[in-house]
């Protein structure tokens, strides 16, 4: 065989004069075209839905956070407590709860209890934040937290959308492939006595 004739050398065959298109190819059937149309609207869901999604619900989580964030600044305040005992050491934990005592910008006397490393003696500072009731509570959320939230979100978005995706393509292809697979059965069960009679003769 001749360079000239070669698969590789001349590259794919070009389109002939009075050749089938695809589309209007005989032996492509009609769940093959569905399977086509359905696989580029998915495809377009992707593409323009994925960042969507992604983007809106990312931003919707962000702006939550903020809010979350202004509310929490308001409503908490940092304080200096010292501990009324020794926290014992121990090694197999990193901090524990240990009793503190601080006293209020009105002046009421307040006590609680904060996370301390063991072997922290009596009478240490500690600093740890409170509502406006004067309970001790965990810090407010910064803006860094926000965003994390934002990104986190827009993530899982991006992901379900993914896998939505995917999860309608394999779908449409069990469904198509089951009625396939019943034409065929339909069909053979009316070709195979043909078949079989030729090889009784």
């Excluded at 992901?159 to 995917?166: E, M, P, S």
């Amino acid at each position: 065989m001749s360079a000239h004739a070669s698969p590789s050398a001349s590259g794919p065959p070009r389109p002939r004069k009075g050749d089938v298109p695809y589309e209007a190819n005989p032996l492509r059937r009609t769940s093959d075209r569905c399977e086509s149309w359905f696989h580029r609207l998915l495809m377009l869901v992707l593409v323009l839905g994925l960042p969507v999604a992604a983007l809106g619900a990312g931003h919707t989580a962000y702006e939550s956070s903020m809010r979350t964030v202004h509310a929490q600044a308001v409503e908490r305040h940092e304080v200096t407590a010292r501990l009324t005992s020794d926290v014992l050491g121990d090694s197999r934990v990193s901090k524990r709860q240990a009793p503190i005592r601080w006293t209020q910008r009105n002046g009421i006397v307040r006590t609680g209890t904060a996370l301390v490393e063991p072997g922290t003696p009596e009478g240490a500072i500690v600093r740890v934040w409170v509502d406006r009731d004067g309970t001790v509570t965990s810090p407010p959320m910064n803006v860094a937290g926000a965003q994390a939230n934002g990104w986190f979100v827009a993530g899982m978005a991006a992901l379900g959308v993914a896998l939505g995706v995917r999860a309608a393509r394999a779908a449409m292809r069990l469904a198509l492939d089951r009625r396939r697979y019943a034409r065929w059965e339909a069909e053979w069960d009316l070709v195979e006595p043909q078949w079989s009679g030729r090889f009784r003769r």
